[in-house]
């Protein structure tokens, strides 16, 4: 089979295309056939090896997973002995977060993992570009409360996890700001945020508003900037950088205000199963911003880590 590899870290043009032996199914594993899969900021990371203390979970020289992508939307092609909630032709979405392997045209997932049946109705690159950004969002979203009668301010809403973020704080009936790019303002909009604010046009931290939670869904705010606009008892939640998880613990004891960090991400069926009945219910889409197919792997990736995407990038897999 055609697969992206990846032996070692560095800029995007490490990754070539191999032809490699198909994974061979464990007793309790179902191989994919990949129609659709993504480039996402997760892939991206692994591949630079950044930031340098990851390299103790990813490899210290060499990376140990040798082939990307984690979201993926497919085809179950041959199921192992103990199987017995999927069959072969099953159309299936889901995420093989931390093992990777889905830049390939086949890959093995346990049936327990977050792997589901595809929604109805959704096309194979739609159903792989919701799995990482919609629950990432939950995980910060659930410990801050998000549900009718509050406020929330997402920063960095036009992004995989920001997109997620206005779709789910809508469905939790929450009243949604969304602060983005001029030329995002009309796609945000339109996921269900009551306001929004362009940030190249009005600082939100001195408009006077204050919002009972703040999520810096892109990484590039802080609790610091951000305290005189939250609520008394108000929460930042945090999508990145070392230093919340410090004041995570130190507001967690200190002070009305605090910094919620949900790390390591916790990837379920569960919420996989919740995404799907969501997306059944006409409550969410995924945003896709560009397509490309696997052989252009490089491209793709050097467009995501523009950090310039809005939503999600797919690749096609044939
Ligand atoms: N906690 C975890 O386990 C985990 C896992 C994966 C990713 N992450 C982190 O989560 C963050 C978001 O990931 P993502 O995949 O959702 O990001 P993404 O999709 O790459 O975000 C891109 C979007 O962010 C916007 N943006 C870029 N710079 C901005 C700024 N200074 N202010 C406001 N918006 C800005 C861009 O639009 P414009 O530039 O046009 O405004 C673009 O639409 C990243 O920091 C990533 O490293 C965390």
Redesign the pocket.
């Known amino acids: 089979m055609k697969a992206v590899v990846c032996d070692r870290y560095g800029p995007p043009d490490v990754l070539f295309l191999q032809d490699i032996a198909r994974p061979v199914p464990k007793p309790d594993e179902v191989r994919i056939k990949v129609h659709a899969t993504t480039v996402?900021?997760?892939d991206c990371?692994y591949r630079q090896g950044a930031p340098p203390y990851a390299r103790l979970f990813t490899g210290l020289i060499r990376p140990r997973r040798k082939i990307l992508g984690s979201e993926l939307a497919g085809e179950v092609e041959s199921v192992g002995s103990a199987v017995t909630e999927f069959k072969v032709g099953d159309q299936v979405f889901g995420i093989n977060a931390w093992k990777f392997g889905a830049h390939a045209q086949f890959l093995c997932m346990r049936e327990s993992a977050p792997l589901a049946p595809m929604p109805a109705g959704l096309s194979f690159p739609e159903a792989a570009a919701v799995c990482?950004?919609v629950i990432?969002a939950l995980m910060c979203l659930r410990p801050a409360d998000v549900r009718k009668g509050r406020s929330i301010l997402i920063?960095?809403?036009?992004?995989?996890?920001?997109t997620a973020a206005v779709q789910l704080s809508r469905y939790f009936g929450a009243d949604v700001t969304a602060?983005?790019?001029a030329?995002?303002l009309e796609t945000v909009r339109s996921l269900g945020a009551d306001q929004v604010i362009d940030?190249t046009q009005e600082d939100f931290t001195q408009n006077g508003q204050t919002y009972d939670v703040i999520f810096d869904?892109?990484?590039?705010?802080s609790f610091r900037r951000c305290q005189g606009s939250l609520n008394q008892g108000g929460i930042y939640l945090a999508?990145?950088q070392l230093q919340n998880l410090v004041l995570a613990l130190w507001t967690s004891r200190i002070g009305d205000k605090k910094v919620v960090?949900?790390?390591?991400?916790r990837y379920t069926k569960q919420d996989v199963m919740f995404l799907k009945q969501l997306i059944e219910a006409g409550q969410y889409r995924a945003v896709i911003d560009r397509y490309f197919p696997l052989k252009d792997v490089i491209e793709a990736t050097r467009y995501?880590e523009t950090?310039?995407?809005?939503?999600?990038v797919v690749l096609t897999v044939g």
Do not use: M
Not at 155 to 162: E, L
Not at 217 to 221: L, N, P, Q
Not at 307 to 312: A, C, L, R, V
């Open positions: 996402n900021r997760s990371g990482d950004g990432l920063y960095g809403a036009s992004g995989s996890i920001g602060v983005c790019n030329k995002n940030y869904a892109v990484g590039k705010h999508t990145d960090f949900p790390v390591p991400p995501v950090e310039q995407k809005t939503g999600n």
